[in-house]
């Protein structure tokens, strides 16, 4: 193969790569059910993010959390660890993120590189994943939110999840799924946040973040039970 033929070649392998990465455009708005998703979105695109995989977790799986504020919050979940932990990981997350105070708004997989709605479906939790939320504070505030999944540790029984690094907060939350003394499942859900408010992350972001999380745990409950019946 000659110079040209080379470059040529070459060329034509990174114009296809990066044409085959979605862009934060290619977003079908007509089929998210929030607005402060769709404004979500546009704010990203205002900031010249252009695709998903521009988008990066805020914290990583070993960054350093000295400095962010800490919560956590403990479910028991009458069933064995194994079953548990396989409920989480292969519940369809179009399901498993939309409850009464949650609302699932799309989820891009990096990994496939596609866009599951929500009337969507994939098989699993999987590392990559980015997950676009609306947030319903008190009735009266919808506010949109995205993380990426940044661990999914099988041995370890450990899922984490991180807001994306443009968002209002930043920082990640971690489940650990341990096996109790009567067999049952305890779920440690840690968090560790951040913003530009100490007002914020010190009252607001505890409070609405604990009826988050017993949302979305309370809504696991009732798909594991609906599962098993």
Same mark, same amino acid.
């Given at each position: 193969m000659n110079k040209v033929a080379l470059?040529?070649?070459? /060329?034509?392998? @990174?114009? /296809?790569?990066?044409?085959?990465?979605?862009?934060?455009?290619?977003?079908?708005?007509?089929?998210?059910?929030?607005?402060?998703?769709?404004?979500?979105?546009?704010?990203?695109?205002?900031?010249?993010?252009?695709?998903?995989?521009?988008?990066?977790?805020s914290l990583q799986t070993n960054s350093n959390t000295v400095g962010f504020q800490y919560h956590e919050r403990k479910y028991i979940v009458k069933d064995s660890l194994h079953k548990v932990w396989s409920h989480y990981v292969n519940t369809n997350p179009a399901k498993a993120w939309n409850t009464s105070k949650l609302n699932f708004g799309f989820m891009y997989c990096k990994n496939a590189d596609q866009m599951v709605y929500p009337n969507g479906?994939?098989?699993?939790?999987?590392?990559?994943q980015v997950i676009y939320l609306n947030l319903l504070l008190l009735k009266i505030k919808n506010l949109a939110t995205a993380f990426e999944i940044i661990t999914l540790n099988e041995l370890q029984?450990?899922?984490?999840?991180?807001?994306?690094?443009?968002?209002?907060?930043?920082?990640?939350?971690?489940?650990?799924?341990?096996?109790?003394?009567?067999?049952?499942?305890?779920?440690?859900?840690?968090?560790? /946040?951040?913003?530009?408010?100490?007002?914020?992350?010190?009252?607001?972001?505890?409070?609405?973040?604990?009826? @988050?999380?017993?949302?979305?745990?309370?809504?696991?409950?009732? @798909? /594991?039970?609906?599962?098993s019946a």
């Open positions: 470059l040529l070649s070459i /060329f034509l392998c @990174l114009f /296809f790569s990066a044409s085959a990465q979605m862009c934060l455009s290619d977003v079908e708005i007509d089929k998210l059910n929030k607005l402060s998703i769709s404004a979500y979105i546009q704010a990203q695109i205002d900031k010249d993010i252009k695709t998903f995989t521009e988008i990066k977790p479906h994939v098989d699993k939790v999987e590392e990559g029984k450990v899922m984490a999840f991180s807001y994306v690094d443009d968002n209002i907060t930043r920082g990640k939350q971690q489940l650990n799924f341990e096996q109790t003394a009567d067999g049952h499942t305890k779920i440690i859900h840690r968090s560790y /946040f951040k913003s530009k408010s100490k007002i914020r992350d010190r009252y607001f972001y505890p409070f609405f973040h604990t009826r @988050l999380t017993n949302s979305y745990h309370k809504n696991m409950k009732k @798909l /594991f039970v609906r599962g």
